[in-house]
């Protein structure tokens, strides 16, 4: 039996993993401990969680892992300002400092780090450091149902490589080809999120919800995708790219593009953080998604080509781009898609630790060749009726109990059914960015006002962002053109046409606020602008008790789908314990709260109207 502990830490979201024997059995992002969302720092409370769940100490474990190769980034940092010299001098002489001092002694702060978790030989401490494509590949390809698979990996950059196919097979991974910095598909879709005013590696999500605003008939919309293809990357036939790098600053600089070239191409000004977004903003946004599409699609087919197997596993930052990702499930280029549930760098954590299980040490590796080996994601910490009633009586809260778990669920469908927004707190905490049930805050998909309400008064973020459905597996096909599971909430596809309200004529010419709030199908909170939805399908093998509750919600509405948005308000972790739950449960206006089996109302609450007691400052994400 083996034991490895992945780490993933000091760029963005920080985390762990542990696999003993294959088996993925704890994951969990730093941050959700910490409270700092996408902290880049060594991830002591998540090993910390991962070791006490197992009951295991430092001294036991066979190896731990980190998830990339620090040499091979520091060659290419030095390498890139060689190449770019005399640019970049500030950012060469900002930069430098911090990897002589830190990061090229990595070993030492690995060793420092555990050293505060507990004593430990360090002489007998087996520490490994794959390369950060190979973990991505691994954290996708490993616990997938495939014996064999493609396996493709875009993101920002890892040491050199910014896209790669690799060949998975049996417990081996071989790579096939790789494209190298600066020329990255993760950096150019970052480029964007910077110029329309939202955060490098967090806003990418946002920009993705803004682009179905864009209009693709508009000649403007057209003529960004050209100046796009023209200007700024050169998209090649096996999906490779090259980018200009006059109009991009990221390789040398402290920002992602070049203001003033950007502005000459798309006629406007980078939008600053809150800055009134127009239909131009829409457009681009549509653009680069597009742009982006096209490249994934091609990279897939090359794939495919390269591979000869009918099935694909993704991983990297860009594996979270759900449309992309449905646009590739509608293609069939392959006949079976899976998706690494946390594809960015917390999933490093998972990958770095089956990769040295399977092919450091050697071991077998067993496939069912159904069911994914993560476990529905859920990974994180759990916590006893003790702890919940801990939490609610150090904050004097009101609760009561409700002994049978099956009388809940019909209780809370009834909340649900009268308009309601409840937390709802379940089970082992998610591993990776989506809420799938366990830290998750609900609504009645069918309410016309439920997207307005839970952006501007539960999540307190933009109003233009989109929410997703949680539907029953069985209902999938009922409400959405997809006929692939989706338990991760990785995959877009269209509602159903005959759950359509039909569009006035002159629709894209209108406000997009006015776009926003035209009633669009029957389960109007999740259907976006384009008829989309980001799909969780939900399982009654992998979350029993979230399948339950939906499934009392059909019984009483016929409608087996609710609204789901992950527990947190804007810049805020995912929470993870049950005091979080209540503090985030008090400074907003959820109406209930639902942790195991305890129901609080929020009128119920000791000076439950003072919301400025619990308000917490956030960095916006």
């Not at 003033?260 to 131009?280: I, T």
């Not at 976006?528 to 979350?543: G, I, Y």
Request: hydrophobic share 40%; charged share 25%; proline share 4%.
């Amino acid at each position: 039996m083996k034991r490895i502990l992945g780490i993933s830490a000091f760029y963005h979201d920080s985390a762990a993993a542990l696999v003993v024997d294959g088996k993925v059995i704890a994951a969990a992002q730093e941050e959700r401990f910490t409270r700092i969302k996408h902290t880049s720092d060594f991830p002591l409370n998540a090993i910390q969680y991962c070791l006490e769940y197992s009951g295991l100490s430092l001294d036991e474990l066979d190896a731990v892992v980190f998830y990339d190769k620090p040499l091979l980034k520091f060659e290419r940092l030095i390498e890139t300002y060689y190449a770019f010299a005399p640019k970049g001098l500030w950012q060469f002489l900002k930069s430098i400092p911090a990897w002589l001092k830190e990061k090229l002694f990595l070993k030492k702060l690995i060793h420092d780090g555990l050293k505060q978790i507990e004593n430990y030989d360090k002489n007998k401490l087996k520490l490994l450091f794959p390369e950060h494509h190979y973990s991505h590949a691994a954290s996708a390809f490993f616990p997938s149902p495939f014996h064999e698979a493609a396996i493709l990996t875009i993101d920002g950059v890892g040491e050199w490589a910014t896209a790669s196919i690799c060949q998975g097979k049996g417990n081996s991974i071989k790579m096939l080809k790789e494209m190298r910095f600066p020329h990255s598909v993760g950096l150019l879709y970052s480029a964007f999120t910077y110029y329309l005013g939202f955060r490098v590696n967090s806003g990418e999500y946002k920009l993705m919800g803004l682009a179905p605003y864009g209009n693709p008939g508009d000649d403007q919309t057209k003529e960004f995708i050209k100046t796009i293809k023209e200007k700024l990357v050169s998209i090649k036939e096996d999906g490779s790219i090259w980018l200009n790098q006059e109009y991009f600053n990221y390789a040398t600089g402290l920002r992602m593009v070049r203001d003033k070239k950007w502005v000459g191409l798309f006629g406007f000004p980078r939008l600053e953080p809150g800055d009134k977004l127009e239909q131009k903003h829409c457009n681009l946004a549509f653009a680069i998604q597009n742009v982006t599409e096209e490249i994934v699609l091609k990279m897939a087919r090359e794939a495919r080509t390269v591979c000869g197997s009918e099935n694909l596993c993704l991983a990297g930052g860009v594996g979270l781009n759900c449309v992309a990702n449905g646009k590739l499930l509608k293609e069939k280029i392959f006949s079976d898609l899976y998706i690494q549930p946390a594809a960015g760098d917390a999933g490093g954590a998972v990958g770095a630790a089956l990769m040295a299980y399977h092919m450091y040490f050697g071991e077998e590796r067993h496939v069912n060749g159904n069911e994914d080996a993560m476990n529905g994601a859920f990974l994180g910490p759990e916590f006893s009726d003790k702890e919940a009633l801990l939490a609610f009586k150090k904050h004097k809260a009101n609760y009561s109990h409700q002994g049978d778990f099956e009388t809940l669920c019909h209780e809370v469908s009834e909340i649900l059914d009268q308009g309601n927004v409840v937390g709802w707190f379940q089970g082992r905490m998610e591993f990776g960015p989506r809420a799938l049930g366990n830290r998750t805050i609900l609504g009645d998909a069918r309410n016309t006002e439920m997207q307005k309400k839970l952006n501007l008064k539960i999540k307190y973020r933009e109003g233009f962002r989109p929410f997703a459905p949680s539907v029953l597996y069985e209902d999938t096909q009922e409400f959405f053109d997809l006929d692939a599971p989706s338990p991760y909430m990785l995959l877009v596809a269209d509602v159903k046409k005959e759950r359509r309200k039909p569009l006035p004529e002159n629709f894209h010419k209108l406000d997009l606020w006015e776009k926003l709030y035209h009633e669009r199908s029957d389960v109007q909170s999740i259907t976006h602008l384009d008829f989309s939805a980001r799909v969780q399908s939900v399982h009654k093998e992998t979350n029993p008790k979230y399948w339950q509750l939906i499934n009392a919600f059909k019984k009483r509405t016929g409608f087996g789908i609710l609204v789901n948005t992950s527990f947190n308000v804007r810049g805020e972790p995912i929470v993870c314990t049950p005091e979080d739950a209540y503090k985030c449960f008090m400074r907003t206006e959820m109406d209930y709260l639902v942790v195991n089996n305890f129901i609080l109302k929020k009128t119920e609450q000791p000076d439950w109207e003072n919301r400025e007691k619990w308000m917490v400052k956030f960095r916006m994400d």
